[in-house]
């Protein structure tokens, strides 16, 4: 499913929204999928007792995981040749994620990064945002995918 590069176009975005009322046992649940059973994630009493948080909250790379699900949607798993996020604020249990990637270059061989995006031919450059139900970035990060030509 890798994409054309005549399919891309700087400045184009897609859209999604990754969860609706995040609850609890999602964050749980990624906390046994993902083997990070710090309290502070699944354990209410300690996050507010011990720790002094608000309550639990969800892991950022669990963030990070459904933030990428709008991009490997559009280029294809496959295809993506990197991806990094920045942490900026905590998903609480309730909140609405919206994800949002934007094509920021299309570039050839000759611009590469690396040796691994040399061999691939063109390459997009996306950057991405994770925003709550109140507009607050909660993830920014830059991806880079494959094209065809």
Do not use: C
């Amino acid at each position: 499913m890798t994409l054309r590069i005549d399919d891309v176009k700087v400045g184009e975005s897609r859209e999604r929204v990754l969860v609706e009322d995040l609850k609890r046992t999602r964050i749980v649940q990624y906390a046994g999928a993902g083997g990070d059973y710090n309290p502070v994630h699944t354990d209410e009493v300690f996050a507010t007792e011990v720790a002094g948080y608000p309550g639990v909250f969800a892991h950022g790379m669990m963030t990070m995981g459904m933030a990428a699900r709008v991009l490997t949607d559009w280029v294809g798993i496959e295809a993506l040749l990197s991806y990094g996020v920045r942490f900026k604020a905590q998903v609480w249990p309730g909140d609405t994620l919206t994800a949002t990637v934007t094509v920021e270059s299309v570039e050839y061989a000759e611009y590469a990064q690396s040796a691994e995006e040399a061999s691939t031919g063109p390459v997009a450059r996306f950057s991405l945002t994770a925003v709550n139900q109140n507009g607050v970035e909660v993830v920014s990060g830059t991806a880079a995918a494959r094209l065809e030509q």
